[in-house]
Nanobody, 119 residues
Framework: QVQLVESGGGLVQAGGSLRLSCAAS????????MAWFRQVPGKDREFVSA????????GYADSVKGRFTISRDNAKNTVYLQMNSLKSEDTAVYYC????????????WGQGTQVTVSS
């Protein structure tokens, strides 16, 4: 059973960049589809980006397409989210999630990391 720990959040000015990391342990990471979600208080959790086990396939929400890049290093059991051209509306708690089944639900979640973008 994989365990996920996010890091890299913080406070950044609008237009700036941050890179989030999610370190996995306790499972076969290279078999997991991984994703990033985000949540603002009072709103539903929102999909941000996903990456297939090999890293060959990625997907993005329209709101972040062209600004965010998801990647993974299976040798380091880590998935990343490079966030550029940040906007105030990107402010949220960002969660890493994993699914061992392609097309299945994300049933492994990290504790989240806060990203705050000041305008």
């Amino acid at each position: 059973q994989v365990q996920l720990v996010e890091s890299g959040g913080g406070l950044v000015q609008a237009g700036g960049s941050l890179r989030l990391s999610c370190a996995a342990s306790g499972g076969t990471f290279n078999r997991y589809r991984m994703a990033w979600f985000r949540q603002v208080p009072g709103k539903d959790r929102e999909f941000v980006s996903a990456i297939w086990p090999s890293g060959a396939i990625t997907g993005y929400a329209d709101s972040v397409k062209g600004r965010f890049t998801i990647s993974r290093d299976n040798a380091k059991n880590t998935v990343y989210l490079q966030m550029n051209s940040l906007k105030s509306e990107d402010t949220a708690v960002y969660y890493c999630a994993g699914s061992p089944v392609l097309g299945g639900p994300y049933d492994h979640w990290g504790q989240g990391t806060q990203v705050t973008v000041s305008s």
